[in-house]
């Protein structure tokens, strides 16, 4: 195929997804332990943890009504987007939305031990949590 113009070609556009996929496959228990934290900070709410990855990878909350104003924008295509992030239990599962180059990718996944006692076994802070995961996100992830 012959890209022309700056367009990358689609792997290269598409690798933040793999590279993200790695990254919470290496780092499950800490996302979840972050997870749990944020949930016992912010307690019930609309929002989906989410991590952006422009202009560096930081992590961002996800309210409710943006996934559904995106949802109306995208003809209801994110609709089982949206019938899991209302189904979410956070004491046993971690959600987060991947967010990269005009797209997004949704993560979940179960962990054991469950992610109240990946945050007691982490034994920091949340800001902490927040920190370390996003200096290895911002070297290991490249887009």
């Given at each position: 195929?012959?890209?022309?113009?700056?367009?990358?070609?689609?792997?290269?556009?598409?690798?933040?997804?793999?590279?993200?996929?790695?990254?919470?496959?290496?780092?499950?228990h800490e996302l979840a332990?972050?997870?749990?934290?944020?949930?016992?900070?912010?307690?019930?709410?609309?929002?989906?943890?989410?991590?952006?990855?422009k202009p560096e990878p930081?992590?961002?909350?996800?309210?409710?009504?943006?996934?559904?104003?995106?949802?109306?924008?995208?003809?209801?295509?994110?609709?089982?987007?949206?019938?899991?992030?209302?189904?979410?239990?956070?004491?046993?599962?971690?959600?987060?939305?991947?967010?990269?180059?005009?797209?997004?990718?949704?993560?979940?996944?179960?962990?054991?031990?469950?992610?109240?006692?990946?945050?007691?076994?982490v034994a920091t802070d949340?800001?902490?949590?927040?920190?370390?995961?996003?200096?290895?996100?911002?070297?290991?992830?490249?887009?």
């Amino acid at each position: 195929m012959i890209q022309l113009g700056n367009n990358p070609p689609q792997e290269e556009k598409n690798s933040w997804r793999r590279q993200l996929a790695e990254f919470v496959k290496a780092n499950q228990h800490e996302l979840a332990a972050l997870a749990w934290g944020l949930f016992l900070e912010k307690g019930e709410s609309d929002d989906t943890l989410g991590i952006d990855l422009k202009p560096e990878p930081h992590f961002v909350y996800c309210p409710r009504e943006a996934i559904e104003t995106l949802n109306r924008n995208v003809e209801n295509n994110l609709r089982e987007v949206l019938g899991i992030v209302d189904n979410h239990n956070p004491e046993k599962e971690v959600l987060l939305i991947g967010i990269g180059n005009d797209q997004i990718k949704l993560i979940q996944f179960e962990v054991e031990p469950a992610p109240p006692e990946c945050f007691e076994q982490v034994a920091t802070d949340v800001d902490t949590l927040i920190k370390r995961l996003e200096q290895r996100m911002s070297e290991q992830i490249k887009c």
